[in-house]
């Protein structure tokens, strides 16, 4: 019988037994006998004689203390213990691995030929016996030996001494200046081509920068070295921080779990996040691009020069990175638009994990299988919980905190709480009651009362804040809830409370409250969590009419389109309520008229314009129904795209003749791209000849943007030349299996019931690979997330797919097995028919011998709620 996963608690941290100074590393590269070895000075912290050590899948060939061969140890599949060791003394192990074998990805592993490593969060003990965890920081000094075939051996910091090993191989060896955790080490060996530039720092250091690709693909490479000069500038203008090593390199495999990966001075990162260009990648490609090299960036001083003290702290570096990747695109781009982003994948993925069987505060309390909480809780509610303070505090005052953040722990492993702590120090504002947010979970909602009182010009707001059911949290919340009133014309009223000028921002402290605004002169229309100032639910009974107040003339992008999701939401909730066998639903007039005059309004963003008439996403729609009632849904999507469509064919004709752009990538460009992407999408589903010549002129464009919004239209209209364009595409891009995932995507979409069997024969498709993470997740991942018809198939075959591959994957890739079950961990949202469906999968993959750590906590959870 399998042994129970053990789970490890926060409450039981403590400090580690040893520190360990002066690592060397080496590492002798082979595809399926890698040696390994490691020699450091180990100290007791307290006078302990055992040393606990991790280690997985290693093979084990000798121990010396103090070089001296040493048997006093017991092994086990995840540890090696040392016993009666002297309190300091130099331990040498050697050990061996097998890269090739290595398909979780996490380790040193192959990809396409090249060595590369993925250590975050527990991989390093798959390379050696170490104590792996974050806060043992140690320096290295790590010597790779190599074919004389393999041109670049890579690891982190600055590279002292190259030459040929005795043998006729090849050695590099490099040193690591700054002390680190062992996640952020890395090791790279491979042929690779390299783009290289320089970046002249404000101090004026000048620091090598070198992005390495596969053969060929070097004109896929300026925009990523682009965003990383705009990033290293960025973070040296806004946040006072200034890179720390005379290089920084970025490698880009093709094998990756994630997005990509901040070892210190040597990012890996997935080559779906570096390579672009205006053939291959569409503007989405470019932005996200953008983000991710910010991103690993930045977490070069928050996260590897102030490090997590254990990985319950993992918002720590997370979220305040997210938060600083965040403020770098709307510094540079559209900040309306960034927060749109931002806002929906709270919306989208982080309420359904928090109303799920995964639901976690943004600082964990129990963990079974690290890897499963690198989650958008952690992740972006870590950052709108960073985004409160920064709104409490201000920019100075929060700028004021990262100082002393620096000040006090550059070069230490420390807790969500020292951070708190500095930026409550830095501002004088007390952050204990905010600290709950690191330890609730479940979506709070703040319910709203408003009340206007003619004679005394007065409005009222009552909040309350509820929290949700499962939350351990039960004290109030402080919450940063922004407003604004609106007037009759639209314009912004200023706020008077008390006889004195009131901050937007009101500070919810209590269960709840009541705050009078004086001097406005007729019934306002609120603004309620303008901004999404926090992370939570708002229940407001808003009439329509108030909703297309908001929508035609508040002064804030962002609150327009909150305003024009609701209203949708609202139409689409009408909908499901009246809908009845064939008869017709259909969105109101007054939504349609205020959709045809955004759409003709000269002076807006048109990407904003773009966001402003698409429907909201089926998971955000979903969320407001118990069971979600997935087949009328779908059909009730249908019609309303159909209807706006139609009703509004003469507007989004004009609109999109007048984009004019011709394939550059500014942002009024993109802009263009992206709302004649949207009127595609609407027109394809009318039968209109001069629409299809649109449809076969941008599947043939030279641009990926307009090529791919081409294929979605038609795809989603099941249009008569779909097939045609489906089958040119692949014929075009079948050499290019990073292009191809934009296919299986597309494919994973298709609307009808032979979807099951389409994908199942994509599996033998050339480019498939179901060992490729990126691969899996464009056509199984695409399906299972944006194809509900057939997902929620009432047979079952669509959970049936998916629980198949999820236990292949298991064996091959945990991590992304674990990735991959989401779709199946909010069963419980579902009617008795398909709940019973999902459930007899997830007993299904239960049932599975040798199930990873990673599904079990999972399944275990979805099956046990
Ligand atoms: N820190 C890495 C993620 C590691 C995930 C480990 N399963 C990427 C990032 O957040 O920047
Ligand atoms: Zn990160």
């Given at each position: ?15 580690p037994?040893h520190t ?13 006998d ?11 912290a307290?006078?302990v004689?055992?040393?606990?050590l ?10 010396k203390v ?6 006093d ?15 300091e ?17 996490e ?7 090249a ?7 527990e ?5 050696t016996?170490?104590?792996?965890r974050?806060?043992v ?10 074919d ?19 043998d006729?191989r ?17 090791l ?9 530039d ?18 060929g ?42 997005g ?12 779906a ?9 569409t ?16 977490h070069?001083?928050t996260?590897?020069?102030v ?17 600083r990747?965040?403020?770098f695109?709307?510094?540079?781009g ?9 806002v ?14 995964m639901?976690?505060?943004i ?5 079974i ?35 002393l ?5 550059d ?64 004290e ?17 009223i ?11 921002v ?14 406005i002169?007729?019934?306002?229309t ?11 639910v ?7 009419e ?8 508040a ?6 389109w909150?305003a ?6 609202m ?30 309004e ?17 998971d ?8 979600v009632?997935?087949?009328e849904?779908v059909?009730i ?9 139609t ?9 999109y ?14 802009a263009?791209r992206?709302?004649?992407a949207t ?11 001069e ?5 076969l002129a ?5 641009n ?7 294929l ?26 990073l ?5 299986f ?20 498709h ?7 993470p ?21 047979d ?8 198949d ?25 579902y ?10 999968q997830?007993?299904?993959?239960a049932?599975?011998d040798n ?15």
């Open positions: 019988m399998q042994s129970q996963p053990q789970a490890k608690y926060l409450k039981d941290y403590q400090a037994s360990v100074t002066n690592l060397e590393l080496t590492v002798e590269l082979d595809p399926t890698t040696k390994v070895v490691s020699k450091a000075l180990y100290s007791a307290q006078s004689s055992e040393l606990c991790d280690g997985v899948e290693l093979n084990l060939i000798s121990v103090n070089g001296q061969l040493f048997k140890f017991v092994q086990t599949e995840t540890s090696l213990t040392l016993k009666n060791l002297p309190n003394f130099t331990l040498e192990i050697e050990n061996t691995i097998s890269p090739s074998t290595n398909t979780s990805l380790g040193l592993y192959l990809s396409e030929g060595y590369c490593t993925q250590c975050e969060a991989g390093f003990r798959k390379i016996y170490f104590l792996d974050p806060d920081l140690t320096d290295y000094l790590v010597t790779i030996i190599a004389k075939d393999i041109p670049y051996l890579l690891s982190n910091g600055n590279k002292i001494e190259e030459g040929n090993w005795p006729g090849r050695f590099t060896k490099w040193q690591d200046p700054h002390k680190k955790p062992s996640y952020l080490f890395a790279v060996a491979g042929d690779f081509d390299v783009l290289r320089t970046f002249v720092t404000r101090s004026g250091r000048e620091v090598a920068l070198e992005i390495f690709v596969d053969k693909n070097l004109d896929k490479t300026p925009h990523a070295m682009a965003s990383l000069k705009n990033a290293m500038k960025w973070d040296e203008e806004r946040f006072d921080l200034e890179y720390d090593l005379d290089i920084y390199m970025i490698v880009a495999v093709d094998f990756f779990n994630m990509a990966m901040e070892n210190k001075g040597l990012n890996v990162f997935n080559s996040c570096v390579l672009a260009n205006q053939q291959t990648a503007d989405r490609d470019y932005h996200t691009i953008e983000s991710i090299v910010g991103h690993e960036y930045f070069n001083w996260g590897n020069r490090t997590c003290r254990d990985w319950f702290q993992l918002s720590l570096k997370e979220g305040l990175t997210v938060f990747d965040q403020e695109s709307s510094d540079l559209s900040r309306a638009l960034n927060r749109i982003d931002a929906m994948a709270m919306k989208t993925h982080q309420f359904a994990e928090d109303s799920g069987p639901a976690h505060p600082r964990p309390e129990k963990v299988e690290m890897n499963n909480f690198y989650t958008v809780t952690v992740y972006n509610k870590g950052a709108e919980v960073i985004r409160m303070m920064h709104t409490l505090l201000g920019e100075a005052n929060f700028q004021k905190g990262m100082k953040y620096f000040e006090r722990h070069g230490q492993a420390v807790t969500c709480d020292d951070f708190v702590a500095a930026m409550g120090d830095a501002s004088g504002k007390c952050l204990e009651q905010f600290k709950l947010w690191y330890r609730q979970f479940g979506t709070p909602t703040v319910q709203v009362e408003t009340s206007y009182n003619v004679e005394q010009q007065t409005f009222t707001l009552k909040l309350n804040q509820i929290h949700a059911e499962n939350d351990p949290v039960s109030p919340l402080h919450i940063p809830f922004a407003i604004e009133l609106l007037d009759t014309a639209g314009n912004t200023p706020l008077i409370s008390n006889g004195k000028d009131f901050d937007a009101i500070e919810l402290k209590e269960i709840s409250a009541e705050f009078t605004f004086e001097n002169l007729s019934k306002p609120p603004v309620l969590l303008e901004n999404f100032s926090a992370p939570c708002v229940s407001y009974d808003y009439e329509s108030e909703l297309i107040h908001i929508l035609r003339h002064s804030s992008d962002f609150t327009r909150e024009a999701q609701r209203a949708f939401t139409e689409i909730q009408h909908a499901v309520n009246t809908l009845s066998g064939s008869n017709p639903v259909s969105i109101s007039d007054t939504l349609i008229k205020a959709l045809k005059s955004i759409i003709a000269e002076n807006t963003d048109k990407a904003l314009i773009s966001e402003l008439i698409k429907l909201p996403n089926f955000t729609v979903s969320a407001e129904f118990s069971p009632p997935v087949t849904l059909d999507y249908k019609q309303f795209e159909l209807q706006i469509a009703q509004l064919q003469s507007e989004l004709t004009a609109v003749k007048s984009c004019l752009e011709s394939g550059e990538i500014s942002a009024s460009a993109v263009a992206s709302l004649k009127a595609l999408y609407y027109l394809a589903l009318l039968e209109n000849d629409v299809t010549d649109w449809l941008n599947s043939q464009q030279d990926m943007t307009l090529k791919l919004a081409a979605k239209a038609v795809k989603n209209a099941d249009h008569e030349v779909s097939e045609q364009l489906i089958s040119q595409f692949d014929a075009q891009w079948r050499h290019d299996p292009v191809m995932d934009k296919w995507a597309l494919q994973a979409t298709t609307d009808n019931d032979s979807a099951i069997d389409l994908i199942k024969s994509l599996y033998d050339p480019c498939f690979d179901k060992s490729n990126n691969r899996v997740r464009a056509l199984v991942g695409q399906f299972a997330r944006s194809n509900p018809a057939q997902f929620h198939r009432i079952g075959k669509g959970y049936e797919l998916l629980a591959l999820l236990i292949e994957l298991n064996a091959i890739n945990p991590q992304n097995a674990s990735r991959m079950v989401t779709p199946f961990m909010s069963w419980k949202r009617d008795p028919t398909r709940q019973q469906l999902i459930k007899s997830l007993e299904r993959i049932s599975v199930l990873s750590d990673d599904l079990y906590e999972k399944v275990d959870k979805a099956l046990n709620v």
